[in-house]
Nanobody
């Protein structure tokens, strides 16, 4: 059974930084993708970044490109999301999600049906 556990959320001032972690367990092989999503009150959930665990390729949505960085520690089965230059509009519950992709797939998408397993979420609040 695939499990994902997020941590690292909190309260941060505008312009500040946080690093979120997502520990992934239960996959029998390394051909999976991990995405970070967020949902603000009253808004739909949106994907912000993803990484292909096998190949390390990454993808971002335009609104966070240059401010957020996704990375993974392959040996620790952990994916990180470094949040920088945070703005009040980044306030949301952040979730990581994962799913299998084909062995030859080097990429990932920030949304889509591949994401079958989800973590419980971690709150990020940006306020002065």
């Amino acid at each position: 059974q695939v499990q994902l556990v997020e941590s690292g959320g909190g309260l941060v001032q505008p312009g500040g930084s946080l690093r979120l972690s997502c520990v992934v367990s239960g996959f029998a092989s390394d051909n999976y993708i991990v995405g970070w999503f967020r949902q603000a009150p009253g808004k739909e959930r949106e994907g912000v970044a993803c990484i292909n665990n096998r190949f390390g390729n990454q993808n971002y949505v335009v609104s966070v490109e240059g401010r957020f960085t996704i990375s993974r520690d392959y040996d620790k089965n952990t994916v990180y999301l470094q949040l920088s230059s945070l703005q009040p509009g980044d306030t949301a519950v952040y979730y990581c999600a994962a799913g299998f992709v084909s062995m030859l797939n080097k990429d990932c998408a920030t949304s889509g049906p591949a994401y079958r397993s989800w973590g419980q979420g971690t709150q990020v609040t940006v306020a002065s």
